[in-house]
């Protein structure tokens, strides 16, 4: 389906009207079995909810095609799928090259547990190719990156990135929940594999929780399907299918995130308790030109950093009305969050500690003139 555009696979990659009901929607299969006709006569190859369901299957034929890659798992939370991609790769005694800003949970997760069954990391600025090239050993088997970062918003040069990788032999990972498929597309780019949180702007309303792996390397994800059924961090139908109602939607509302970003990123910029504003599609992020190579927009993410320290990002987050104060990102509604004492705390003291004065927009498809008004009376002009 790879040959058709983004909008008509995301509306129809996946699933057919059913031949039985016509039903345009994938119906929600409830089943946690299914009758065979004679032992091991699988009907439609489904056997059992963990190994097997035809809801999820919907959902992991959507997800390939808008990263235009052959093979999908899900997972039941972006970590999940994370902790999958990290335990196929990687034995004790491997190392994995991590960006210095990486999401807090894929940092906890490799330093806290993997460190435990021997495996080493370093992290490195995403954004310097030199660097990440410098932190290669020779037991590096994977280069895991995020692009852009959260929450500072860091690109990596992705094609760049994909030929040190594969030149000391490692595979390159990346982490594509910001940017989404509509805006970036890695396997395309070069990486071997790219790993979501559908939490975010997949799922896209904030009312559902999931992971997936992509890949085009049909070994990998033999791995990936093995671990999935084995370990059995799968979706449930429902999850499944409100997740793949989220993605037909995803053009439009990443269009609607990126012009309503955009605008209140502008705006910030000229606004005198800011000190700084972080946003890949501003010229003077070291990251922009990179980022206009390899992305489509720039996202609905903006961080900005204030005069006045902790105690004036505490307050900016408190103040807001239509941002809503909470962590996550990516859904139809603006949030506003602080990174140091929110998704980042596990990070205090490490490398990858934030700065205190940085506030996190996950920037919602609402009125624009709405939500410049509510940062306005938020931040006091
Ligand atoms: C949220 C997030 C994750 C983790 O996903 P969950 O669905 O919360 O488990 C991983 N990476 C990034 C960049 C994220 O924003």
Same mark, same amino acid.
């Given at each position: 389906?790879?040959? %058709?555009?983004?909008?008509? =696979?995301?509306? #129809?990659?996946?699933?057919?009207?059913?031949? =039985?009901?016509?039903?345009?929607?994938v119906p929600i299969y409830a089943s946690s079995t299914f009758a065979q006709d004679g032992v091991g006569g699988l009907r439609d190859g489904y056997e059992y909810g963990r190994t097997g369901n035809p809801t999820r299957s919907v959902l992991e034929a959507n997800l390939a095609a808008l990263e235009? &890659?052959? #093979?999908?798992?899900?997972f039941a939370s972006g970590m999940a799928a994370t902790d999958c991609a990290l335990r196929a790769i990687l034995r004790p005694g491997d190392h994995v090259v991590i960006p210095d800003d990486a999401y807090g949970g894929t940092f906890r997760l490799i330093d806290k547990v993997f460190s435990q069954w021997g495996v080493e990391h370093s992290p490195a600025h995403v954004f310097d190719v030199d660097?990440? =090239?410098?932190?290669?050993?020779?037991?590096?088997? $994977?280069?895991?990156?995020?692009?852009p970062t959260n929450p500072l918003l860091s690109i990596g040069d992705i094609p760049a990135l994909a030929d040190i990788a594969h030149a000391a032999g490692a595979k390159l990972v990346v982490d594509n929940t910001f940017a989404t498929p509509y805006l970036?597309?890695?396997?395309? $780019?070069?990486?071997?594999?790219?790993? +979501?949180?559908?939490?975010?702007?997949?799922?896209? +309303?904030?009312?559902?929780? &999931? &992971?997936?792996?992509?890949?085009?390397?049909?070994?990998?994800?033999?791995?990936?399907?093995?671990?999935?059924?084995?370990?059995?961090?799968?979706?449930?139908?429902?999850?499944?299918? %409100?997740?793949v109602r989220g993605t037909k939607t995803l053009a439009l509302r990443m269009e609607r995130h990126c012009d309503n970003a955009e605008t209140i990123a502008d705006y910030l910029t000229r606004h005198p308790a800011v000190s700084q504003v972080i946003y890949p599609?501003?010229?003077? +992020?070291?990251g922009h030109v990179v980022a206009d190579k390899q992305m489509r927009r720039f996202g609905g993410m903006i961080s900005v950093r204030l005069h006045g320290g902790r105690e004036a990002a505490h307050e900016f987050c408190s103040r807001t009305k239509i941002f809503?104060?909470?962590?996550?990102? &990516?859904?139809?509604?603006?949030?506003?969050? +602080?990174?140091?004492?929110?998704? #980042?705390?596990?990070?205090?003291?490490?490398?990858?500690?934030?700065?205190?004065?940085?506030?996190?927009?996950?920037v919602g498809i609402e009125d624009v003139s709405d939500l410049l008004a509510d940062v306005e009376k938020a931040l006091g002009s």
């Amino acid at each position: 389906m790879t040959e %058709l555009g983004f909008s008509t =696979r995301a509306v #129809h990659a996946g699933f057919e009207p059913d031949p =039985r009901t016509g039903a345009v929607n994938v119906p929600i299969y409830a089943s946690s079995t299914f009758a065979q006709d004679g032992v091991g006569g699988l009907r439609d190859g489904y056997e059992y909810g963990r190994t097997g369901n035809p809801t999820r299957s919907v959902l992991e034929a959507n997800l390939a095609a808008l990263e235009s &890659g052959r #093979h999908c798992r899900a997972f039941a939370s972006g970590m999940a799928a994370t902790d999958c991609a990290l335990r196929a790769i990687l034995r004790p005694g491997d190392h994995v090259v991590i960006p210095d800003d990486a999401y807090g949970g894929t940092f906890r997760l490799i330093d806290k547990v993997f460190s435990q069954w021997g495996v080493e990391h370093s992290p490195a600025h995403v954004f310097d190719v030199d660097a990440m =090239r410098a932190a290669i050993r020779p037991n590096t088997k $994977l280069l895991w990156i995020e692009t852009p970062t959260n929450p500072l918003l860091s690109i990596g040069d992705i094609p760049a990135l994909a030929d040190i990788a594969h030149a000391a032999g490692a595979k390159l990972v990346v982490d594509n929940t910001f940017a989404t498929p509509y805006l970036q597309q890695p396997l395309l $780019l070069g990486a071997d594999i790219v790993t +979501h949180s559908t939490t975010k702007y997949l799922g896209g +309303h904030s009312d559902v929780v &999931g &992971g997936a792996l992509i890949t085009d390397d049909a070994d990998l994800d033999a791995a990936f399907g093995f671990l999935q059924n084995g370990a059995g961090a799968v979706p449930g139908p429902f999850d499944a299918y %409100l997740t793949v109602r989220g993605t037909k939607t995803l053009a439009l509302r990443m269009e609607r995130h990126c012009d309503n970003a955009e605008t209140i990123a502008d705006y910030l910029t000229r606004h005198p308790a800011v000190s700084q504003v972080i946003y890949p599609g501003l010229p003077e +992020h070291p990251g922009h030109v990179v980022a206009d190579k390899q992305m489509r927009r720039f996202g609905g993410m903006i961080s900005v950093r204030l005069h006045g320290g902790r105690e004036a990002a505490h307050e900016f987050c408190s103040r807001t009305k239509i941002f809503t104060l909470a962590e996550s990102l &990516g859904g139809v509604e603006s949030l506003i969050e +602080h990174p140091g004492a929110m998704t #980042h705390a596990s990070t205090e003291g490490s490398v990858l500690e934030v700065p205190a004065d940085l506030v996190r927009l996950s920037v919602g498809i609402e009125d624009v003139s709405d939500l410049l008004a509510d940062v306005e009376k938020a931040l006091g002009s």
